[in-house]
């Protein structure tokens, strides 16, 4: 079984030890539109349901402004593989769990606006 068909934490060895395991992107991922780049390398991007993902572009990355990246919302605090499907370039990504934010929410809900679970597949 190849690691692109594997669901992540399930047990089993990984070819590439060492490394980050492949991300199997087509369970559970998400597709987020790049909307933000800052000098320090600040990414936020944002989801078809208006959920913000704020994550560090790796140096050297091809992500530009309009690109498509394709992501795995429920992986938080730990590298994860992602893919900028503008490109088709692969690059690990750490979405931080303080980083997720539901912009539907008002500014004044409070200190967080992470969406629930259910609210992160919502249309």
Partial sequence: ???RSRIRGLPGRLSNPGQVPYLALDLKTMIVRVQALRAEGACEALSA??????????????????????LDPLVRDR???ARDVSTG???????????????????????CRT?????????
Avoid: C, Y
Avoid at 100 to 111: E, F, K, M, N, Q
Avoid at 115 to 123: D, F, G, H, T, V
């Fill in 115 to 123: 969406p629930s679970e259910a609210r992160l597949w919502a249309a």
């Fill in 49 to 70: 349901n208006d959920i913000l993902f704020v994550f560090t572009a790796p140096a050297g990355s091809t992500i530009r402004l309009g690109h498509e990246v394709e």
């Fill in 79 to 81: 590298p994860q593989k």
């Fill in 1 to 3: 079984m190849s690691n």
């Fill in 89 to 111: 370039v692969e690059f690990t990504l750490v979405l931080k769990d303080n980083n997720i934010h539901d912009i539907r929410l008002p500014s004044g809900h409070g200190t």
